[in-house]
Nanobody
Framework: QVLLEESGGGLVQAGDSLRLSCVATGGTFSAYAMAWFRQAPGKEREFVAGLSRTGRWTDYADSVKGRFTISRDSAKNTVYLQMNSLKPEDTAVYYC?????????????????WGQGTQVTVSS
C-alpha cells in the first residue's frame, strides 16, 4: 500500500509560481511512474504531467507545456510539480498519482494510488 500526500497549493495571482510536492510512503518509490492530474469544479479530472520510473521520460498536457515542470527525488520519495506563469484557468485541485507501469499514462484508470489533493487557486 502506497500513501501519497500532496502539499504546496494555495492562492496566488496570475503570473505567480507555485511548487507542489507529493511524498510517497509505504512502497518502493522507484517502482512507480508518477503523475499529476487536476480537477476543476464541474470538470473531469485531467492529466497535467507525468514522469517515468527513472525520471528520464516526461510528458505534459499541451495547456501546461513550457510553464510546468515535473521532477522526482528518489532520495526523498517525492515528486514535484513546478508551476510558473500561472493562469486563472490553472485553478483546480491537483492530485498526485502512482502507477506500476514504467511510464506515466494520461488516462486516470491505470493509476493504483492517489493522494487527497491540494487546492490551487489563481486569481486574475
Amino acid at each position: 500500500q502506497v500513501l501519497l500526500e500532496e502539499s504546496g497549493g494555495g492562492l496566488v495571482q496570475a503570473g505567480d509560481s507555485l511548487r507542489l510536492s507529493c511524498v510517497a510512503t509505504g512502497g518502493t518509490f522507484s517502482a512507480y511512474a508518477m503523475a499529476w492530474f487536476r480537477q476543476a469544479p464541474g470538470k473531469e479530472r485531467e492529466f497535467v504531467a507525468g514522469l517515468s520510473r527513472t525520471g528520464r521520460w516526461t510528458d505534459y498536457a499541451d495547456s501546461v507545456k513550457g510553464r510546468f515542470t515535473i521532477s522526482r527525488d528518489s532520495a526523498k520519495n517525492t515528486v514535484y510539480l513546478q508551476m510558473n506563469s500561472l493562469k486563472p484557468e490553472d485553478t483546480a485541485v491537483y492530485y498526485c498519482a502512482a502507477d506500476r507501469s514504467f511510464v506515466a499514462t494520461t488516462d486516470t484508470r491505470p493509476y493504483d494510488y492517489w493522494g487527497q489533493g491540494t487546492q490551487v487557486t489563481v486569481s486574475s
